[in-house]
């Protein structure tokens, strides 16, 4: 069985930087497009960033030009490094694998039903 583990949250000032981690355990890696999403308080669930087997990566416009996705070479670890924070960025984020589950989400044309537990990101003025 899957299992996401995120880590990396934190609360920092605007302009400030943080560095969210996904660790992928359980059943082997075996492909699939892995995202980040963000729960803001009050909020619908988000995507941020997605990656595809292939390596290539989509971006919310929020995100674009703040926000790089990344996947180690174990293909194991999923990062999310965020420049220039802004209050809005604020939420829970959450590591997801694309597929079925109890609980799914969209982010283009890619569900998502696999989830770690999520990481709060808070970012004050």
């Known amino acids: 069985q899957v299992q996401l583990l995120e880590s990396g949250g934190g609360s920092v000032q605007a302009g400030g930087s943080l560095r969210l981690s996904c660790k992928y355990t359980?059943?082997?890696?075996?492909?699939?497009?892995m995202a980040w999403f963000r729960q803001p308080p009050g909020k619908a669930r988000e995507g941020v960033a997605s990656i595809r087997t292939d390596g290539s990566t989509t971006y919310a416009e929020s995100a674009k030009g703040r926000f790089t996705l990344s996947k180690a070479k174990d293909k194991d670890t999923l990062d999310l490094k965020m420049n220039d924070l802004k209050p809005d960025d604020t939420g829970m984020y959450y590591c997801?694998?694309?597929?079925?589950?109890?609980?799914?989400?969209?982010?283009?044309?890619?569900?998502?039903?696999?989830w770690g537990q999520g990481t709060q990101v808070t970012v004050s003025s």
């Open positions: 359980g059943t082997t890696y075996s492909g699939g497009t």
């Open positions: 997801a694998l694309e597929g079925w589950g109890p609980s799914m989400a969209t982010m283009g044309e890619t569900t998502f039903g696999t």
